[in-house]
């Protein structure tokens, strides 16, 4: 990040959410270390000298960029319009994959669907997102998305991720009643 501020001569600017791992040099929450799959990449502290918040506009020359606050990949997670156009970053891909869903890393379900749905629902033709082909956004695709995300709110393999875990409620309901194993099977 430091080298690209130097060769592009900017200045840093991210969400506060971000903007405190940055700064800090946080290696877990910005992805930087990922033990279980061996990345070990160096995270310099980053001084981070504006801070955006939704509905900032970023001029560049002529161009003003609509800052969007889009968490749920990440809790200080922004994309930017540009007229009818979205640089999405991690928030969905061509494919309609998400960026990672991890708790570590700020993560959070809810707030990923809500930001799905205003992009479903956003007046933009073309989605730019950080890994991938730029794709039409599609309104179908994002739905379809969505209901996987809603679904992983109630499934234990997301972890401190999911909301509930429907299951644990149910068997310590079943614990409580004294209810084994087979009881609901037919007596033949």
Known sequence: MLKAQRILRTRIAAHPKTADVLTSGDVIQSFAEIRAQGVH??????????????GDVIRVGDLALQVWWTPGHTDGHLAFQLGRLLLSGDTIYRDGCVGAIDAHHGSNLPQFIGSLKRIRDADIDWLLPSHGPIFRRDPAMLAQTIERLV???????????????????????ELAEGKMPGDDEPKG
Not at 152 to 170: E, K, N, R, S
């Open 41 to 54: 990449l160096e995270m310099p502290s980053a001084n981070v000298e504006r801070t955006l918040q939704e």
């Open 151 to 173: 679904t992983y709110q109630h499934m234990a393999d997301f972890g401190t991720c999911a909301v509930d875990w429907p299951l644990i409620d149910q068997w310590e309901s």
